[in-house]
């Protein structure tokens, strides 16, 4: 494990124990099986290799440790003080649309305006199960938001590095590589950093998502909020993705559209 995580950062022996402050000959041993690892040495080496909280578990497990990171979910009573906050976050942001996500991007939690919003894309007919709520599934499903983005040219590598760069990180996660491969199976996906996508980005200060819905055109403007030096797997993997109107026009149609009673969901499925 330690072999594969080193290379996949593009280390050698001798780069890892300058990073880990360990011998590369120890290093050399540990990859071979010949010397058993301290739980220090261990903790040196995973924070060299910026080894994800989930990973660094099975990799203390593999050397004979209980795992250092607790394994507690969101739903569980050791973290139903986070599980409210990240609740809270969400209802405050009503009525613009917020999602928690894990690191497979699938959406564990969202505000009244997401599910309004999301209902019609995640049913048969459109996105049909047993495909998940995924926010990844919701940009790039060909039943989801790319025919509707006036922009996709623009938003969809920015997505698409995004989920890159992500199993970049993570080059062990299967589950995370079989996202990235669905989503690109269904083409349509120009690559980063083209001419056209440059010019299209160049005219806002931040990407925006240009999308025409049920005859009214919304601009959003998306931030991430994550836990700032998060010691449990699960509240590392988490992230909370809030939409807001990127120009005034946006946000009182919106706010017209979400005041109407069925008038959300109607913009949506259209």
């Not at 999602?99 to 564990?108: C, E, L, M």
């Not at 001419?195 to 005219?203: E, H, K, L, P, V």
């Not at 590392?236 to 069925?262: K, W, Y």
Request: glycine residues 6%.
């Amino acid at each position: 494990m330690l072999r594969a995580w080193r290379k996949h950062r593009g280390l050698s022996q001798m780069d890892l124990s300058f990073e880990a402050d360990l011998s590369a000959r120890h290093i050399s041993f540990l990859e071979t099986g010949r010397s058993h690892p301290s739980r220090r040495a261990l903790g040196a080496l995973a924070d060299a290799l910026a080894i994800p909280l989930r990973e660094r578990n099975e990799l203390f497990e593999a050397a004979g440790f209980a795992h250092p990171y607790s394994d507690a979910t969101l739903s569980d009573d050791e973290l139903a003080f986070h599980y409210d906050l990240v609740r809270s976050v969400l209802e405050r942001h009503e009525p613009w649309f917020a999602v928690a996500i894990d690191r497979h991007w699938n959406i564990r939690m969202a505000n009244t305006a997401a599910r309004q919003f999301l209902d019609p894309f995640f049913c048969v007919g459109a996105i049909e199960p047993p495909l998940a709520p995924n926010l990844a599934r919701l940009l790039f499903h060909p039943a989801g938001l790319r025919t509707c983005l006036l922009n996709w040219s623009d938003v969809g590598p920015h997505f698409m590095d995004r989920l890159s760069r992500e199993l970049i990180r993570n080059p062990m996660d299967t589950e995370l590589a079989a996202l990235v491969d669905e989503m690109a199976s269904y083409g349509g996906v120009t690559g980063v950093g083209s001419d056209d996508s440059f010019r299209s980005s160049a005219q806002d200060h931040a990407l925006v998502l240009h999308l025409s819905l049920g005859g009214m055109e919304a601009r959003l403007l998306g931030t991430i909020m994550a836990f700032d030096s998060a010691r449990s797997p699960a509240l590392e993997e988490l992230r909370i993705e809030t939409f807001f109107p990127a120009d005034e026009a946006t946000r009182m149609q919106m706010e017209s559209a979400v005041n109407a009673p069925g008038e959300a969901a109607r913009v949506a499925a259209g």
